[in-house]
Each structure stands twice: as structure tokens, then as C-alpha cells.
């Protein structure tokens, strides 16, 4: 069979669809065995399996080794190697080359030990490896945007037990991020103010929603959020970057989101985490944590949501340990 990784473009709707069948070939195995934290010979992540991962671009040390290390996706969505337009013989069938880069991040060495587990020094080091890829791989040419996620357990997506996160960089701006830019922007303009900064003062004010907050950052359970139990959590500061935060900004967002994993945890609750940046002034940053509970069905596809947890709800959750 030929593999395909192209951008094909919807028939009449103004969406793109990346068409990526080698990912088909991706590892399957996935098994969270409670108690167990360690080393496993069949992983590729774990330390003495290196040889199993393409060529290491980069690590951060440690006595034994390394306590992070990052590589090229083996089963990349796109890749730097995309070759030309081809050239349909119709204006129904366009296709655009899947070019971009997509790492793999070990976020640490232990296999079967989760990011909740983490401490706070080992997290911090991990956020200045996110901020520094981001920026590094926004830098390069053709790269519009770089997508950066985590999926923690296989109902969210995951194919190894091992914790890893995943950075993609593209050639074209995510639909869900043009029209949040967009909305910032207009927002921006009209008001001269952020919108985020706006909605921190409202929901405080109204103290109904944030479920926790420090110094420096908070976590929200969104008005109307999309997923059941979804939170943000958001410096308090005007930031767009990873890199503008503080050091001390920096540990207060990474305690925080080490505060809502270890609840998901406590519940086995599986989640997406992903990152919301610009380098647009108007644009306020925050990571989106998305618990996997919701299972969307035939009403969800005329666009409209139906979620059974209130953001009150939600706020409750969290707190109760």
C-alpha cells in the first residue's frame, strides 16, 4: 500500500484535512499498571532503548543519563521531507504537501510514572524544553504554527504507557487557533483591552469558577466549556509565550496544572492537554486540560455540544481532595 501524508481541502467547507496513513502503523500497546514504576525492555522510551527512537535532537542530563529527551516522531504526521504541490486535474481535489516537524518529548526516564507524580523542579525543567521547542521550531521557515499537546492515557489517544508529549509544527494555523486569534484580535480592537485579562477579572469577581489560584496564575473551569470537567489554566499576567513567563510565573503554572492532574489521577480520568499561544499582542496564554469523559454522538455533529457537567461542577471536583 502507498502511503499518504498530504493536506486535502474539503470539498465546499473552508477546512483542511490531513490525510496521514502511516500513522495507522503507530504502537498500540498500552497498559497502566498501578504500583509499577520502572523500566520495561519492549519500550522504546525507556533509558538503554535509545536505539529504538530516531536520532536524539536533544536531552537534558542527569547523573544516569538524561531526565528528558526529544527525537523526531518515528510515526511523524508530517514531515520536513514533503515534497511539491501535485497537481490535480480538477478544482475539487486540492492537495497541499504535509510539510512540518513532529517530536517526540520523554518526559522523563521512569516508565508507568505520570506527570502528576512529577516533581516540581522536574516540571519546571520540562515547561523550559516546551518553550524553548516552541519558539525554536516557530522560528523556522514556512512554519505558521506549532501545535503543542499531551495525551495521557489511551482514552485519550495514547499509544505508550511511557509519558511523552508531542510537538507538531505546521505549515497552516489550526482551524480552533485562527478562530481564537481572530476573536482576541476583534476584541483587542474594540475595547483596547484583552479579552482574557477581561474574563480573569469577571470570574473572579464573580467567584463562582475558579477552582484554584496562587500568585501568579489560576485555573478556570470555563463558562461553557466543550468538554465535561475541562479547565484553563492561565497566568494572570498579559503573556503570549511560554518564554515571557517568569521564573516564578513558570513554577506557579506548572504547580497549578500538577494540582489538576493529580485530581484526573486520583479518578483515572484520562486527559489531552494543549497550549495556547501567539505571538500577537491581543492574544492571552493558556493551557487547555481536557478530560476525556464526554463520548460525542450523532447531535454533536450539527456543531452544537451537549455537555453533563457544569463548570460549578466542575470547580467542586477539583477541590474535594
Given amino acids: 500500500m502507498i502511503e499518504v501524508q498530504v493536506f486535502r481541502k474539503h470539498y465546499f467547507l473552508d477546512k483542511w484535512v490531513l490525510i496521514s496513513e502511516n500513522r495507522e502503523k503507530r504502537p498500540s500497546e498500552f497498559s497502566r499498571k498501578a504500583g509499577h514504576v520502572g523500566l520495561e525492555k519492549s519500550c522504546p522510551f525507556c533509558p538503554g532503548n535509545e536505539s529504538l527512537t530516531p536520532k536524539e535532537l536533544g536531552r537534558v542530563s542527569s547523573r544516569s543519563g538524561w531526565s528528558i529527551r526529544w527525537f523526531e516522531n518515528k510515526f511523524a504526521a508530517v514531515s520536513p521531507n514533503a515534497g511539491g504541490v501535485s497537481q490535480a486535474g480538477s478544482p475539487l481535489f486540492i492537495e497541499e504537501p504535509s510539510f512540518g516537524y513532529h517530536y517526540i518529548i520523554v518526559d522523563t526516564p521512569k516508565h508507568n510514572f505520570p506527570l502528576s507524580s512529577f516533581s516540581k523542579s522536574h516540571m519546571i525543567k520540562l515547561f523550559n524544553v516546551y518553550s524553548a521547542l516552541v519558539d525554536s521550531l516557530m522560528s523556522k521557515p514556512k512554519i505558521k504554527y506549532v501545535v503543542l499537546f499531551k495525551n495521557h492515557g ?99 503554572f506548572v504547580l497549578l496544572l500538577r494540582r489538576v492532574v493529580k485530581r484526573l489521577d486520583s479518578s483515572n480520568i484520562d ?23 464526554n463520548k460525542h454522538a450523532g447531535f454533536e455533529m450539527s456543531g452544537f455540544v451537549i455537555n453533563s457537567v457544569s463548570p460549578e461542577t466542575s470547580v467542586k471536583f477539583y477541590r474535594a481532595h
Fill in 271 to 293: 486527559y489531552n492537554f494543549v497550549l495556547h499561544y501567539s505571538r500577537d499582542r491581543s492574544f492571552h496564554l493558556y493551557l487547555d486540560v481536557i478530560p476525556r469523559l
Fill in 154 to 252: 489511551a482514552g485519550a489517544g495514547a499509544s505508550l504507557s511511557h509519558e511523552h508529549t508531542q510537538i507538531v509544527a505546521l505549515t497552516k494555523v489550526p482551524p480552533l487557533f485562527k478562530q481564537e486569534f481572530s476573536s482576541f484580535s476583534r476584541y483587542f480592537k474594540k475595547r483596547r483591552r484583552c479579552l482574557m485579562c477581561d474574563i480573569i477579572r469577571s470570574e473572579r469577581r464573580e467567584d463562582k469558577r475558579i477552582v484554584f489560584e496562587n500568585d501568579s496564575a489560576l485555573v478556570l473551569a470555563p463558562f461553557a466549556p466543550l468538554y465535561s470537567l475541562e479547565v484553563f489554566i492561565i497566568p494572570k499576567r498579559h503573556v503570549q509565550l511560554l518564554s515571557d513567563l517568569s521564573d516564578e510565573e513558570l513554577k506557579d
